[in-house]
């Protein structure tokens, strides 16, 4: 199945609105870690340790498809990331045995 990358960067007020969507973020992402299509999620980090932003690397049938799911993200549409994008992505290391 074909991996794809949301990297969003906060806006001014990320932090604030990270707590305020945090629950409905988690909630959102469930689905794929049920099915077994979440391969890593978690914050960027500013050089203090604060959360500046987010990596969520996981699979989906198409870019199309990808894109959907990240439009969707509390995250997206709480305003939480003041920009966002979603690439394809292919996994090189580590090897799969």
Not at 59 to 65: G, M, Q, W
């Amino acid at each position: 199945m074909p991996l794809f990358c949301l990297i969003g960067r906060d806006g001014p007020r990320g932090l604030e609105l990270r707590k305020q969507h945090r629950g409905a973020h988690l909630e959102n992402m469930q689905p794929l870690e049920d099915a077994g299509r979440l391969r890593y999620a978690g914050p960027l980090l500013a050089d203090d340790g604060v959360p500046c932003g987010s990596v969520i690397v996981f699979e989906a049938d198409d870019l199309a498809s990808a894109r959907e799911f990240a439009a969707s993200d509390p995250y997206v549409t709480g305003a939480v990331f003041a920009d966002w994008e979603v690439l394809a992505t292919r996994q090189v290391f580590p090897q799969a045995g």
